[in-house]
């Protein structure tokens, strides 16, 4: 089974940025949709951003222009980096790699890094 690890959180003023990495154990060919997740205190986790394993890219309308997912195959590690951050954008922010076909079919988590913005 794939371990997802998280790193790159950290405590930021607005404005700044930070660039937050996920590596996994095994080689990301495996998964057909790479992505971040967000969750803030007593909210919901909310989709960030997804890259395809053909490179598609989709944001969410609040980080679009502010924030590019990438990946390096060589190193299976997806990245995300957070330009212009603003205090909204404080949250634990978790990767999620998407495997559509068996064996191992499913959703695979990371442990979550917190991001926090401070005004």
């Given amino acids: 089974q794939v371990q997802l690890v998280e790193s790159g959180g950290g405590l930021v003023q607005a404005g700044e940025s930070l660039r937050l990495s996920c590596a996994a154990s095994g080689s990301i060919n495996n998964f057909n949709i790479m992505g971040w997740y967000r969750q803030?205190?007593?909210?919901?986790?909310?989709?960030?951003?997804?890259?395809?394993?053909?490179?598609?890219?989709?944001?969410?309308?609040?980080?679009?222009?502010?924030?590019t997912i990438s990946r390096d195959n060589a190193k299976n590690t997806i990245y995300l980096q957070m330009n212009s951050l603003k205090t909204e954008d404080t949250a634990v922010y978790y990767c999620c790699f998407r495997r559509l076909v068996a064996p191992g079919r499913g959703d695979y988590w990371g442990q979550g890094t917190q991001v926090t913005v401070s005004s």
């Fill in 40 to 67: 803030a205190p007593g909210m919901q986790r909310d989709l960030v951003a997804t890259i395809t394993n053909g490179g598609s890219t989709y944001y969410s309308d609040s980080v679009k222009g502010r924030f």
